[in-house]
């Protein structure tokens, strides 16, 4: 560029003193979570009823602190450990929606929002950042925001994509040089390399993934190097996919969507993986309101989703944001997924989790949810079911074999009490049981 970019930066406080009370935010989710001007924001004490919307944030949220409910209101679209408490004391909200619906959010007006707060990369010679880890649903605040407030971090990775911000957007920024959150790998357990095992053999050449993020997908991606020719396209992904890249198996050749390339709406993950994506035009960044698109999706060939649960009913129900009443994730874009993968030539949609939860102590299959329980996925909509004792295909199934078929992968502890729970709840005053 003709000029030094960073002669326009002011201070993080200089840089939010244009938010005012009772306006609309938008804030960078994930790794892109922008610090600083959260940090600034809260350090005012002049404002009220300023009402935050975000996906997953990374770091502290002190927006969200007891004692700041008159100033701020976090309205969480998936929510993360850091709001959890606040909302289950409710002092924050939380908004269930698919992920492919959030853009339209801000698109429509339906949420018509004042600043978005954003992460981005450095301008390019053009004066173009990047919204580098996440495009996500801040494409869409970018664009209908009236004023974009940054960061600009010489560490946020350049990404490609429909993910560009011209620096002239910006209304201020401050710069910083700072290392993005990571997301460092657990070490696996014997359960999740089960249900890896297992989820990898329904896996087949050619097939095109979507996995989230977690002990599960990545115990599924890290049995998947003998396969060949398998292709990417999600709403994120994290390093386990560069293991793949790096072996071979991920060509992303027999894709449709996007053939010869990654394409994302996010990443979390490491340093080794922001290395991966920067500047690499084989990875693509796109809103998640097209990524998860179920009409984008079904047109890749044997679309392979791979989503996890916090419990299910033995009717097939799928339960994911909560637990009973209390919140603990979002819808997300496991619906988006599912439907799409069942839409896909040779797909296969996949919810996968423990058989059991609390060290063993209590069945993730159940005859009836717990009170307050969200159904992201309905029995309508599921297919393949997995645990660590095995796998069934509950699609075309009536109940009475579904429970039969999700009682088979229970915890062999908890199969007889299910059946006779199953039983009971089947049998009407006047009517013998099925």
Same mark, same amino acid.
């Given at each position: 560029?003709?000029?030094?970019?960073?002669? @326009?930066?002011?201070?993080?406080?200089?840089?939010?003193?244009?938010?005012?009370?009772?306006?609309?935010?938008?804030?960078?989710?994930?790794?892109?979570?922008?610090?600083?001007?959260?940090?600034?924001?809260?350090?005012?004490?002049?404002?009220?009823?300023? @009402?935050?919307?975000?996906?997953?944030?990374?770091? /502290?949220?002190? %927006?969200?602190?007891?004692?700041?409910? !008159?100033? =701020?209101?976090?309205?969480?679209? %998936?929510?993360?450990?850091?709001?959890?408490?606040?909302?289950?004391?409710?002092?924050?909200?939380?908004?269930?929606? =698919?992920?492919?619906?959030?853009?339209?959010?801000?698109?429509?007006? #339906?949420?018509?929002?004042?600043?978005?707060?954003?992460?981005? &990369?450095?301008?390019?010679?053009?004066?173009?950042?990047?919204?580098?880890?996440?495009?996500?649903?801040?494409?869409?605040?970018?664009?209908?925001?009236?004023?974009?407030?940054?960061?600009?971090?010489?560490?946020?990775?350049?990404?490609?994509?429909?993910?560009?911000?011209?620096?002239?957007?910006?209304?201020?920024?401050?710069?910083?040089?700072?290392?993005?959150?990571? +997301?460092?790998?657990?070490?696996?357990?014997?359960?999740?390399?089960?249900?890896?095992?297992?989820?990898?053999?329904?896996?087949?050449?050619?097939?095109?993934?979507?996995?989230?993020?977690?002990?599960?997908?990545?115990?599924?991606? $890290?049995?998947?190097?003998?396969?060949?020719?398998?292709?990417? +396209?999600?709403?994120? =992904? &994290?390093?386990?996919?560069?293991?793949?890249?790096?072996?071979?198996?991920? #060509?992303?050749?027999?894709?449709?969507?996007? /053939?010869?390339?990654?394409?994302? *709406?996010?990443?979390?993950?490491?340093?080794?993986? %922001?290395?991966?994506?920067?500047? !690499?035009?084989?990875?693509? %960044?796109?809103?998640?309101?097209?990524? !998860?698109?179920?009409?984008?999706?079904?047109?890749? /060939?044997?679309?392979?989703?791979?989503? *996890?649960?916090?419990?299910?009913?033995?009717?097939?129900?799928?339960?994911?944001?909560?637990?009973?009443? @209390?919140?603990? *994730?979002?819808?997300?874009?496991?619906?988006?997924?599912?439907?799409?993968?069942?839409? $896909?030539?040779?797909?296969?949609?996949?919810?996968?989790?423990?058989?059991?939860?609390?060290?063993?102590?209590?069945?993730?299959?159940?005859?009836?949810?717990?009170?307050?329980?969200?159904?992201? #996925? #309905?029995?309508?909509?599921?297919?393949?079911?997995?645990?660590?004792?095995?796998?069934?295909?509950? +699609?075309?199934?009536?109940? @009475?074999?579904?429970?039969?078929?999700?009682?088979?992968?229970?915890?062999?502890?908890?199969?007889?009490?299910?059946?006779?729970?199953?039983?009971?709840?089947?049998? =009407?005053?006047?009517?013998?049981?099925?």
């Amino acid at each position: 560029m003709p000029f030094s970019w960073k002669s @326009r930066a002011v201070s993080a406080a200089d840089a939010v003193a244009a938010v005012g009370s009772g306006q609309r935010i938008f804030v960078h989710g994930a790794c892109a979570t922008p610090a600083p001007l959260l940090d600034a924001l809260c350090a005012r004490r002049d404002l009220a009823d300023v @009402r935050l919307y975000h996906l997953h944030t990374a770091g /502290p949220a002190p %927006f969200a602190s007891p004692g700041r409910e !008159n100033e =701020f209101r976090s309205v969480s679209l %998936f929510t993360g450990a850091p709001l959890r408490q606040a909302i289950a004391d409710a002092r924050a909200d939380y908004v269930p929606i =698919f992920l492919s619906d959030i853009p339209g959010l801000f698109l429509s007006g #339906t949420v018509p929002l004042d600043v978005a707060f954003l992460q981005l &990369s450095p301008p390019d010679s053009h004066g173009l950042c990047s919204l580098g880890t996440s495009c996500d649903a801040a494409r869409a605040a970018a664009d209908t925001a009236r004023l974009v407030i940054a960061e600009i971090n010489e560490q946020m990775p350049r990404t490609h994509g429909n993910n560009v911000i011209p620096l002239d957007r910006v209304h201020a920024f401050v710069a910083t040089d700072r290392p993005l959150v990571e +997301h460092h790998l657990e070490p696996e357990t014997s359960v999740e390399a089960r249900i890896g095992e297992l989820v990898a053999g329904l896996v087949e050449d050619g097939s095109t993934l979507q996995m989230g993020i977690g002990g599960i997908p990545d115990a599924v991606l $890290s049995r998947l190097h003998g396969k060949r020719d398998l292709g990417i +396209h999600t709403e994120m =992904f &994290s390093d386990r996919v560069v293991d793949l890249v790096e072996s071979g198996a991920v #060509t992303n050749r027999n894709k449709v969507v996007g /053939p010869g390339r990654i394409v994302t *709406s996010f990443v979390n993950g490491t340093r080794r993986l %922001f290395d991966f994506v920067h500047d !690499n035009p084989l990875v693509a %960044f796109y809103p998640c309101d097209w990524t !998860n698109d179920t009409s984008v999706i079904r047109k890749n /060939p044997k679309v392979v989703a791979i989503n *996890s649960a916090l419990q299910i009913d033995l009717s097939g129900q799928v339960c994911a944001d909560s637990i009973g009443h @209390r919140i603990y *994730s979002g819808i997300g874009g496991q619906m988006d997924f599912i439907r799409g993968a069942a839409l $896909s030539k040779g797909g296969k949609p996949i919810i996968a989790l423990p058989a059991t939860a609390a060290r063993g102590t209590v069945s993730r299959l159940v005859v009836q949810l717990n009170a307050g329980a969200g159904v992201v #996925t #309905t029995r309508g909509h599921v297919h393949w079911v997995v645990t660590e004792y095995g796998a069934v295909n509950l +699609h075309g199934k009536s109940l @009475r074999e579904r429970g039969e078929a999700l009682i088979s992968i229970a915890h062999p502890d908890f199969r007889a009490e299910l059946r006779r729970e199953l039983t009971a709840a089947r049998t =009407f005053p006047g009517r013998p049981a099925a």
